[in-house]
């Protein structure tokens, strides 16, 4: 029957495939015929009797419906989408609801126990609804038993059922789950091969929909039946041969996808559905939702929409592209339901999930209202249906110029890092902390150094340690910006003024200034802005003032420099609150994602408020992983890694770390990690390489979507990658770290010598700046000089060893590293000793056991402040004998130790 329903299909032009509606007042509707189940046998539909939506290459649609929709109610004040109410046992989906907050069990569905266990912790944790992959009918079996316990447990929260090839197994366990998600590219059309299908027409293309009636028909009346929901979750990456051919991997074949799926739904009369549009990759991710929700406003159907950035990632990162996806269709009122899929267990999802949704709850309160109320009225031409960067002027050479300009900003998307002087006076930490390489103490740029710093003051002439690391790294092609009236009060040449672009008309440049900038809060007229077309600038800041919305205030600059074609890179600027560094990229991604995923905008500028203590290093890589997840600037490598489920072959957080420990130095590699290929080859659209399980204990590598080495052991898979990436010529060696190693024999305690790391037993009295502390029996002790007897030493705590390393600081401070164990898992945060009021001071941060960090400078006891287990690059070398000491704190620790004293009291300089 099958193969009659498609031949009828094929003589029939696409005109037949089309309802006719007459026009109404308002706008034309397309509605589907009524029908109740069992009025039609699916097995004798005559697909040409349907009624689909018009095609939309031919222009059919146009023609039916009118031009396409804005995607969003309003661009200037954020209203939520309005949807119908889409019900899931007792969660409720649309915009008369809460966001509702999901996430997916990574168990095997067959741990009927296990699964349940992880569904509890989870509703305990605050999700709304679980989803569980469901492979077969013993899954299917399973599925039963996990709802059925957690209802014995008092557990009603919603279960969904992940569904990928299987009809049959999609309609057994509908008996069981309150909603199915369905994958419109593989529900009926099984693996894609890729192969290339030739349609010259639309007729050609509609023609091959009878199998897609035939598998998915029983499906919606079994679900309208039961009354259970259903996602039409459309997947960048799986998308049919059928689609591939016909529209590309493009976000209109993920639409023109879910469209003809929801198409079969309102035929059968069955609207208990929602849409979803998942890539990994952001921007495309972006795209496709809008043009979904655009399409939807055109077709005068208001169905919810679940949002999710698929195979985002674990750590910072995953987050950083989650917040970016997600924040932007939230900003604009778009989303009814959330997932945040981290490569982590499913808990710790809920987190980031909550906050970005907390985030949506916010854009809508009448504090907001008020500031996007308060931006000035401005015309948003913004072409949603396709993404294109706004093309900006880089700095360029001028004749007579003592610095090189060029390199003030980056044509991929800079990273400006906001400074002051008091950070200057370490310079060795300084260069690392804005990811400077570093020679016999100089500095040189690096694939993520911050292309230009702002100096939020200015040292004096006096200050030469600070005016030579400034002079460096000027020299190293790193931009120095300054605002006016300090330039002004203290010059240093070469330096970039920023001017508020409202003083733009009066300011005095003064003579030391090489180039301007200006910075603009939003509040200007559209008349200054649209000045800076006559003025010679080499940047613009974007920094909204907070009684403006920051992304309409942002906007509207980029709307007026279009009007009047300026051509000004624009940085956007943005002071971080006091918080979590967890949550840094998820409020960086919400707030300044959306305008760089619309290519508006040439990089980005991170600071703290007064309140908060980010470290400099911190917001600088923080700035690069924004860059990087709009699509931008690699810095590194990218990890397309799924988040695991019951699929997954392989321990999927295991072995993302792995690969990442030994791959993460590759910048502009792609490399895509998937437990399984449920997804299909097309998960790796993003990627260069792949990493697939393919079976239990078996591994397949691809080079794009291509296998080229199957059935490859889990011990042996890594080692296999990395092959791979040197045969096609994309490896480089890891560089060595600035640090030069102890030889770790040299480290072990000896009795009554020193572990002081540098392997010469004298407990630190070589003036080189080691450990002041001695090591007895693997005890530390506290002891004032070499020349104390072992036996009058006093043990403090155990000796834990320390790896020294040498610092670039004139060669000649050392300083250490500790490997934190199991039993001494919490340090003093490595930021404290960074010589900075912006770093984080807390006394404690909790490490995670096995991971590098610098030990603490001075180890708590009761209150009394003692020797250091290392010597902090503080500014000082310092020993127990008193030789070689210089720096103020060095001295006073120095003296101190000598003379036997406790160290009571403020330290001298606030380090």
Known sequence: MRAAVCVLALVLPASAFVART??????????????????????????????????????????????????????????????????????????????????????????????????????????????????GMKEADACAKIRQGLLDRGYDIPLCADMHFQPKV???????????????????????????????????????????????????????????????????????????????DTPRGMVESAIEFADMCRQRDYHNFVFSMKASNPVVMVQAYRLLAAEQARLGWDYPIHLGVTEAGEGEDGR????????????????????????????????????????????????????????????????????????????EQREGDATDFRGLLHRDGSVISSVNTEMLQSPDYFYKAIGCKTAVGMPFKDIATSDSLLLTDVPPESDKKARTAIRRLQESNVGMVVPLDLLKETPIDNAVALVPLAEAATAEIPECAGRVAYIADGSETDTQIAALKDLDSVMLISHPAETLSRLHASRRIFAILKEHEIDIPVIHMMEAAKGETTEMALEVGAAVGPLLVDGLGDGVLLANKPDATFGLEFLRTTSFGLLQGCRMRNTKTEFVSCPSCGRTLFDLQEVTAQISSRTGHLPGVAIAIMGCIVNGPGEMADADFGYVGGAPGKVDLYVGKEVIRRGIPNEEACDGLIELIKEYGMWKDPEPEEEEAV????????????????????????????????????????????????????????????????????????????????????????????????????????????????AAPLVMDGGVRRGSERACRMHAGYSAGGAHVYGDYGDYLSQTLKNGRQMTGERPRDW
């Open 320 to 395: 950083m592209k989650s917040a970016i996806g997600i924040g932007t269709l939230l900003a604009d009122g778009i989303g009814d339901t959330v997932r945040v899929s981290l490569t982590e267990d499913p808990e710790y999802e809920y987190k980031p999930c909550a906050r970005l949704v907390s985030l949506a709850g916010e854009h809508l309160t009448p504090e907001s209202a008020k500031k996007q109320g308060a931006v000035a009225k401005f015309d948003d031409t913004r072409d949603f249906t396709k993404y294109g960067r706004r093309e900006s002027s880089l700095p």
């Open 170 to 248: 999609a309609m057994k366990v509908a008996e069981a789950f309150e909603k199915i998600r369905i994958n419109p590219g593989n529900f009926a059309d099984g693996r894609k091969d890729f192969e290339e299908k030739i349609y010259e027409n639309d007729e050609d293309y509609v023609a091959e929909r009878g199998y897609l009636v035939e598998a998915f028909y029983p499906l919606v009346d079994k679900c309208k039946e039961l009354n259970r929901a259903m996602r039409i979750g459309t997947n960048h990456g799986s998308l049919s041969s059928r689609v591939l051919s016909f529209y590309g």
């Open 743 to 854: 030889e770790e024999e040299a480290l072990q305690p000896r009795e009554g010598g020193g572990c002081d790391g540098d392997g010469d037993g004298d407990g630190g009295g070589d003036g080189d700046g080691n450990v002041a502390r001695v090591c007895v029996d693997g005890r530390w002790c506290r002891g004032a000089d070499d020349a104390t007897p072992a036996a009058q030493l006093e043990p403090t705590s155990p000796c834990r060893r320390v790896r020294a390393m040498r610092c670039m600081y004139f060669k000649r401070t050392h300083f250490a590293r500790q490997r934190v164990s199991e039993s001494n898992p919490r340090v003093h945060s490595v930021s404290e000793v960074r010589g900075s009021k912006q770093t984080q001071t807390q006394t404690e941060t909790q490490t995670q056991p096995g991971r590098r960090r610098c």
């Open 22 to 135: 007459l026009p109404s007042s308002t706008r034309r509707v397309h509605r589907a015929a009524a029908a109740k189940p069992g009025d039609v046998d699916c097995d004798e539909v005559c697909v040409a009797d349907l009624e689909w939506t018009p095609p939309v290459k031919s222009g059919e649609r146009d023609e039916v419906f009118g031009p396409l929709k804005d995607y969003c109610v309003d661009r200037r004040v954020v209203q939520r989408r309005p949807t119908r109410t889409v019900e899931c046992g007792p969660v409720k989906f649309g915009s008369e609801h809460p966001v509702v907050r999901q996430t997916m069990a990574t168990t095997d569905t067959k741990d009927v126990e296990g699964t349940i266990e992880q569904c509890i912790r989870c509703a305990d944790e605050g999700f709304d609804l679980v989803r569980i992959t469901v492979q």
